[in-house]
């Protein structure tokens, strides 16, 4: 159901999201208009718009009590197929929130469209953090038939707020030939509209496909600033090098004078460095983190606060 006046947020909660694809995708990215010509789409400025169902349901290959994903891989890292990382952040119906330890339970089929239906392999449960964000890599789920025809490649996914409704569905990517002909994902208005979990996946600087799935759905949340507070206090716009080893260059602006902080974020949520904690003009500034060399290898997240609110995000992963 869309709520009105909300146009504005979620094309910024959109372009948000997007951002925190790696560094070398935000120029096709950060303005809609690009991507939608980059990606041949039809349009991802879209209002505010609970998350749906999808008409196929949970389906016949689930498995309950999935392990929890461990370092941010559903897939170990040897699974033949395409690697790509899906990353997001769960939202309340009004998109004025983002619902921290959410759960998210996920199970996809192998690259020859096969689910392991004894064990848990492509299966496992991650949670939100506590600004909201979910990730894990995995690969591009493989075709198989269903009656005459192929499905879609689909990602399941059953997403529990604390003390709120489960939400069961399943995610779709641009381009994918099966679509048209899918009698779930070629859905396009109604409960089980599928066109909101049809997302672009595109190429990072490390060579993997990433994409971008904001889950909105019933629930309680915590404000951290999700309108377009940015655009007139400050933003990251670089992280060099991404992927990284020993060094990051965090280059970013200040757009009214004000106390200003970049942090570093673990994808628990977890604060694993507090850079360039001063006052500062409206100007542009770097700041260099060398960190620490016992910091696991993974996904992590650069957050700018202004006035100690956070108004920006970007994510870099160390290798």
Not at 54 to 81: C, H, R
Not at 224 to 250: C, Q, R, S, V, W
Request: charged share 20%; aromatic share 10%; hydrophobic share 35%.
């Amino acid at each position: 159901m869309k709520k009105p006046g909300n146009e504005n947020r979620r094309r910024f909660l959109k372009n948000t999201a997007l951002s925190l694809l790696s560094v070398a995708a935000i120029p096709n990215i950060l303005k809609a208009s690009n991507l939608k010509v980059s990606m041949g789409e039809e349009d991802l400025t879209s209002t505010c718009d609970e998350s749906t169902e999808d008409a196929y349901g949970q389906g016949p290959f689930y498995t309950a009590n999935a392990p929890t994903i461990q370092n941010d891989k559903l897939s170990d890292i040897n699974e033949v197929g395409t690697r790509i990382i899906i990353s997001g952040q769960v939202y309340n119906l009004d998109c004025s929130e983002v619902i921290p330890n959410t759960e998210i339970d996920v199970w996809q089929a192998n690259n020859a469209g096969q689910y392991d239906n004894l064990g848990y392999n492509l299966r496992g449960k991650t949670t939100t953090n506590s600004q909201g964000f979910y990730l894990f890599e995995t690969i591009k789920p493989g075709f198989y038939l269903n009656g005459s025809t192929f499905r879609p490649s689909h990602i399941h996914f059953k997403i529990t707020p604390p003390g709120f409704s489960t939400l069961i569905t399943q995610l779709y990517f641009q381009g994918d030939p099966y679509i048209p002909s899918d009698a779930a994902a070629s859905i396009t208005s109604g409960p089980y509209d599928a066109t909101n979990r049809i997302i672009p996946l595109i190429t990072n600087s490390n060579g993997d496909l990433e994409g971008v799935w904001d889950i909105i759905i019933d629930g309680n949340g915590v404000s951290i600033g999700t309108n377009n507070i940015h655009l007139d206090k400050g933003i990251i716009y670089t992280a060099t090098p991404n992927p990284f080893t020993d060094h990051l260059e965090i280059n970013y602006g200040v757009f009214q004078k004000a106390k200003v902080n970049i942090s570093i974020y673990d994808i628990g949520g977890r604060v694993v460095a507090n850079l360039d904690e001063r006052k500062l003009e409206p100007e542009k500034y770097s700041v260099h983190w060398s960190p620490s060399r016992d910091l696991p290898k993974g996904h992590y997240f650069i957050a700018i606060m202004i006035n100690d609110l956070q108004v920006h995000y970007l994510k870099v992963i160390r290798q």
